[in-house]
């Protein structure tokens, strides 16, 4: 079954300071992969996907993600955090299951805080 | 363009009443699917569908829950008899597939339940 794991349920960085969010799948076929923001009381913002294409994947609000086969892993980073990127951040796996419209795994979230 | 919009926002209601919960999805996409964010359980794939097909129910928790869809657009989830544990926030997105199967999903604002 696709699943990930998200280390850390809660990470604190200074601001300007680097973002680093990590993320590992389990995958039985080539997985596409997701990152998704939450900020409070709002629903889920896409950040980024991976598709099989390029294994760094650039999104909105200056993050990115690197595709790693040999360590399955998927990690969020962002060179220097803003005040605004505190929020919860979840990394998901798309589901094999065609009959399931290919629905999405989440991981348990990372709640980001960033202190002055 | 006018996102994934839900209502209410907010519900409270009591043990063993039946609650419905409504969203629109974005104009034109076929593929609509419910999920569930709950402290413990996090975020979990509920049901599925795409335009007038069937839905795929494999994701809901118990023969209390039921979704329809009409027309192939407005989509409502109804929890019969609520139980405490159903209090979670209830999300709603919805996907085109213009571009396949990489298509992002769109979230709602989703609506928070709680059961008293």
């Known amino acids: 079954a696709q699943s990930v794991t998200q280390l850390g349920s809660h990470v604190s960085v200074s601001e300007g300071a680097l973002v680093l969010l990590r993320c590992n799948y389990s995958?039985?076929?080539?997985?596409?992969l997701f990152w998704y923001v939450q900020y409070p009381n709002q629903g889920l913002q896409l950040l980024l996907k991976?598709?099989?294409?390029?294994?760094l994947v650039k999104g909105i609000n200056g993050f990115e993600a690197e595709f790693k086969k040999s360590e399955t892993s998927f990690h969020l980073t962002k060179p220097s955090a803003h005040m605004s990127d505190a929020a919860e951040y979840f990394c998901?796996?798309?589901?094999?299951?065609?009959?399931?419209?290919?629905?999405?795994?989440f991981g348990k979230g990372t709640s980001l805080l960033v202190t002055p | 363009g006018a996102g994934v919009s839900q209502s209410p926002s907010n519900k409270v209601t009591e043990k063993g009443k039946d609650v419905e919960l409504r969203c629109d999805p974005i104009?034109?996409?076929?593929?609509l699917y419910w999920y569930r964010q709950s402290l413990g359980q996090g975020l979990e794939f509920l049901i599925y569908?795409?335009?007038?097909?069937?839905?795929?129910k494999s994701g809901l928790p118990s023969d209390r829950f039921s979704a329809e869809r009409t027309g192939g657009s407005v989509s409502t989830l109804t929890i019969q008899r609520t139980q405490q544990e159903d209090s979670a926030v209830y999300l709603c997105?919805?996907?085109?597939?213009?571009?396949?199967?990489?298509?992002?999903?769109?979230f709602g604002p989703g609506t928070r339940l709680t059961v008293l």
């Open positions: 997105a919805s996907r085109g597939l213009a571009g396949g199967l990489t298509d992002t999903q769109y």
């Open positions: 104009s034109g996409h076929t593929a």
């Open positions: 569908f795409q335009g007038n097909s069937a839905p795929d």
């Open positions: 991976y598709t099989s294409a390029a294994t």
């Open positions: 995958s039985s076929v080539p997985p596409y």
């Open positions: 998901a796996v798309r589901a094999p299951n065609s009959n399931s419209g290919y629905a999405l795994n």
